[in-house]
């Protein structure tokens, strides 16, 4: 399990799937533990830094957070909940890790070979952007020209390194963004918050900030819920952009929906034929959620 995430969630468990499965499958091991695993931890991992997910990386450009002042406040909740969600998927599936009496299958990967160069060239260049971010460079713009870097090879056409992005997933996304802006026209979330004020619900109260992110992460999915959140939050105080950080991406843990990462696992396992129902996802998620949550609260009180 990797708490602190250099690469996005999404890309780690996109990369990660197919050689985990083809492996467990390989070894005769039972694979939901593990893929579950890598499901939980990539989402808890991934609010320790800004650039861990989609809504950190919104949170950290809206509200012109500190990359290293998110950090120190960030990491400590994510390293605890991924011991304790490790403890408790090792306490669910305990004798269950390897499937007896099963001969071993070969699953086919699809992925391309290895190639030494352009593995190097793309670890130095993450390397050199997580340096850059913490610099006072304008974050997107030290992207941007990373990105340029990595796509300038003699090796490898551009129009095939772009063939590899998965436009399914970008689609997802567009019409979650598309139901959110229509959401928007229509005040439906000023309105909600104008009901909440009048019975003393603010959210102002971190406590209430991360229950109303928990709720809307698991109805739209988190990154679509931290772009309803963020109109209402202080943007003179980096606290409430933390803990909004940190609550929505502990809630993508609950159910499939809740975030993107979740459903990137079960569609890649699902091409090597391992089925991740949604029952078998929350026996795991709703547990490991309800307790990264209370951590989080618990950090909350202390600070």
């Known amino acids: 399990m990797r708490s602190f995430r250099l690469l996005a969630n999404d890309i780690v468990c996109l990369a990660f ?9 390989g070894a005769q091991m039972n694979p939901l533990p593990f893929l579950l695993g890598l ?28 990359f290293g002042a998110f950090v120190a406040w960030c990491t400590p909740p ?87 992005v998965d436009w399914h997933l970008i689609t997802l996304f567009c019409g979650l963004f598309a ?42 999915s988190n990154v679509p819920a931290v772009m309803l959140l963020i109109q209402f939050i202080d943007k003179t105080d980096p606290v409430p952009w933390y803990a909004l950080a940190a609550s929505s991406t502990f809630a993508g843990n609950l159910i499939v929906i809740g975030s993107i990462a979740n459903l990137i696992v079960i569609e890649q396992a699902k091409r090597y034929g391992v089925e991740i129902s949604f029952g078998e996802h ?12 209370a951590i989080l609260i618990g950090w909350i009180y202390l600070n």
């Not at 799937?17 to 499958?25: H, I, K, M, R, W």
């Not at 011991?83 to 305990?94: G, P, S």
């Not at 439906?188 to 102002?204: H, K, S, T």
């Open 17 to 25: 799937t197919p050689v985990l499965t083809v492996a467990l499958l």
């Open 39 to 66: 499901a939980v931890a990539s989402n808890i991992g991934s609010a320790a830094t800004i650039i861990g997910n989609p809504q950190n990386m919104l949170l950290g450009q809206a509200g012109r957070l500190d």
């Open 78 to 164: 994510a390293l605890v909940s991924l011991a304790v969600a490790y403890l408790l998927l090792a306490w669910i599936y305990r004798g269950r890790f390897a499937q007896q009496g099963v001969a071993p299958v070969t699953a086919k990967p699809d992925w391309p070979d290895f190639n030494a160069w352009q593995s190097s060239k793309g670890l130095m260049a993450t390397a050199v952007l997580v340096g850059l971010f913490f610099t006072p460079i304008p974050r997107e713009l030290s992207a941007i020209a990373i990105a340029g870097v990595l796509l300038c090879s003699r090796q490898i056409q551009s129009r095939a390194l772009l063939h590899l």
């Open 179 to 220: 139901v959110i802006h229509g959401i928007s026209v229509v005040n439906v979330p000023a309105y909600l918050i104008e009901q909440l004020d009048r019975y003393g619900i603010v959210l102002e109260n971190l406590y209430v900030l991360t229950g109303v992110s928990t709720v809307l992460s698991n109805l739209v």
């Open 282 to 293: 929350a026996r795991v998620g709703i547990p490991v959620t309800v307790l990264s949550l």
